[in-house]
DNA sequence: ATTTGCAATAATATCTGATATTTTTTGTTT
DNA sequence: AAACAAAAAATATCAGATATTATTGCAAAT
């Protein structure tokens, strides 16, 4: 028998360290730009910005500098990682050869949960796109957090926890450049988004994959066209 | 007497700040296997054991469980991430995707330098690789080296930086199996090895690619009957 | 005997402030 | 404009202090 987990009154706590929630924003401000590419985070400043402690900061900043949305030159400080084309590029092909191997593992062993969630993501995201069509551009954040979370629905069932990590991380990177240019892909995005969803849903792991590819290079084309 | 510095204008100066020295030291410590896996890590024992403060240990721990090598459940401190079968056969296939692709651009990119780097890093690990078969085992970490610069070497024109650190780690991950269970595979590496780099200068990628998809797998299997 | 409750202990997360070094800036001189 | 030294700013590192949380030990209750 397997042991169980003690049902006892200690509750779920999501309450967040100083450590954490400093982290979740500066990231946070790093991805949306409030943060530019290339600043100098002055320890100083930050503390003022996120009042946390120099230690704690220096925590953060180091976790994303070895996440790579800081830099952090030897005995120079910490800055926020410069942006360039080279480097979206990079990102995207990236994300085309995990996603896409993610997609594939996971519609081979996708189960009916995996299927449930992937229609509610998609319904939720296509509500939001609707919105975005219509020229309610006020909620960046809203519609981001929809496409993410329908792209990981994809993706969810590929059975590894180390892809699913890095994908994030990717995903995130991914999602500054977006956020860098601030159009919305519209339409386009739409009909694509749908055309994963029904590929997926109808294990055709082929289809689905390509579909994701262009997704994922058209996204590209666009954003460097607005670089 | 090394304490005074030549004052040249612009040397480059490779002394370790404490902070990515001690960051070096655990995270080799991590990777054979000094440190084991699932093992507390209390700040007062790593204190004493790297004499850095708890600053600094806590900066450099939290590198660490961002790359993987540590886990920090919120407010339960640091723990040397544990192995598992799961887990290395999702660093395996993980390995195969990025490597196998990053040696296919490098086939396609490399230029003369590449080559001549490759056919040096091939002749440094085959030497090792005869101390070895030789019954000389004095020297994992000198074997290790040189199996990093030739898988390394052949990847490096890869023109993605992005995709040479995300491999960099995973490979690291994947040392600290292979040292753990201590054994060499012998002379069928060798001779995976030797078909790689002759593959790799004949500058036919996709034979390259699938001796290195078995090479990985291979290994894989080798590291799993041995768990 | 196992579970429950709670006090005692250990360990963590966080902050403050100090020091030695290094980097950056500034101002002067060639 | 280049070179350079003095001054200022910022960093890396450390040693505590404190509040909070986790773990352990053990007696009481089931």
Redesign the interface.
Do not use: F, M, Y
């Given at each position: 028998m397997e042991k169980q987990k003690k049902p006892d009154k200690k509750m779920n706590k999501p309450i967040a360290?100083v450590g954490?929630s400093t982290y979740q924003r500066i990231k946070h401000d790093i991805i949306f730009g409030e943060l530019n590419p290339g600043a100098k985070l002055k320890l100083e400043a930050l503390k003022q910005r996120y009042s946390a402690s120099s230690?704690t900061l220096?925590?953060?900043l180091?976790?994303l500098?070895?996440?790579?949305f800081v830099e952090a030159p030897?005995?120079r400080g910490f800055f926020v990682t410069p942006v360039s084309r080279e480097?979206l590029i990079?990102?995207t092909?990236?994300r085309v050869?995990?996603e896409c191997?993610a997609l594939e593992q996971s519609i081979k062993n996708g189960d009916t949960d995996w299927e449930g969630n992937l229609v509610a993501a998609h319904h939720k995201l296509h509500l939001m796109e609707q919105r975005m069509l219509a020229g309610d551009h006020s909620e960046k954040e809203m519609w981001k957090r929809y496409d993410w979370e329908f792209h990981l629905a994809m993706i969810e069932a590929c059975n590894?926890?180390?892809?699913l990590?890095?994908h994030s991380t990717l995903y995130d990177k991914y999602l500054r450049y977006q956020m860098l240019v601030l159009t919305y892909r519209g339409e386009e995005a739409v009909v694509e988004h749908k055309a994963m969803f029904d590929a997926a849903l109808a294990r055709d792991a082929s289809k689905a994959k390509q579909l994701l590819e262009e997704h994922i290079r058209n996204g590209l084309e666009h954003t460097l066209a607005a670089m």
């Open positions: 360290t954490s230690s220096r925590e953060t180091n976790r500098a070895s996440e790579g030897e005995q480097d990079e990102i092909e990236l050869l995990l191997h590894s926890k180390n892809l990590s890095l």
